[in-house]
């Protein structure tokens, strides 16, 4: 069995093709045979009137995996009571699995405010936090991360941000497109597309 447990974490509000192809192209940097897609709760960190019904996500992203086999999604986040805290989820799988080696995938405007996520000290204890590059965010030197948790493991994380593909889609746009009645076609896999129209989402 693979002793490395990736995690990718969002809204997913909803999935769509540059979640998908980011992850593949990091299960590859990486060498990575599995990777887990978990939806989260309504953030802690970004309160959204416009983050689609739990189901919803969960739904569609269990959709947008079904054509890769080396995707799995849980809702580990998603049954959890209380707040959805990262740092909880990692410690749920290392007390599951402790002999495995966690990777958490982060946008890299997740990188950039982790010094407000909920014990994020502790998520770079238990974790290898590997960043996705995303369109439009410079990660400067993590100033904030550097003050609180040294030179060291901040220029560690600036070291495992990955060069992968650009696709240049955003759920906000998706969300936006839908609203003013425009296609999404080829922005998100088409039984997502399926899903959102069938269940009128983000109207």
């Not at 416009?50 to 580990?76: G, I, K, N, Q, Y």
Request: hydrophobic letters at 45%.
């Amino acid at each position: 069995m693979d002793s490395t447990i990736a995690l990718f974490g969002g809204s997913f509000n909803p999935i769509h093709v540059a979640h998908l192809a980011v992850a593949r192209a990091a299960m590859e940097a990486l060498g990575l045979e599995r990777l887990v897609l978990v939806p989260s709760a309504r953030p802690p960190h970004k309160p959204s009137a416009d983050l689609a019904a739990d189901t919803h996500r969960l739904a569609m992203c269990r959709l947008a995996a079904a054509d890769d086999p080396r995707f799995e999604v849980s809702d580990v986040e998603l049954r959890r009571q209380g707040p959805s805290y990262t740092v909880d989820t990692l410690a749920d799988v290392r007390r599951r699995r402790p002999e495995a080696s966690l990777v958490l995938l982060v946008g890299a405007d997740m990188l950039r405010d982790l010094h407000l996520w909920h014990r994020f000290e502790e998520i770079v204890r238990l974790a290898r936090v590997v960043t996705l590059p995303r369109p439009g965010v410079e990660l400067g030197r993590l100033e904030p991360l550097r003050r609180a948790l040294g030179d060291a493991t901040a220029d560690a994380l600036l070291a495992d941000v990955l060069p992968t593909p650009r696709v240049d889609v955003s759920a906000t746009d998706i969300r936006r497109r839908i609203r003013q009645g425009l296609p999404i076609d080829g922005l998100v896999p088409p039984a997502v597309a399926d899903y959102i129209r069938e269940h009128r989402l983000y109207h």
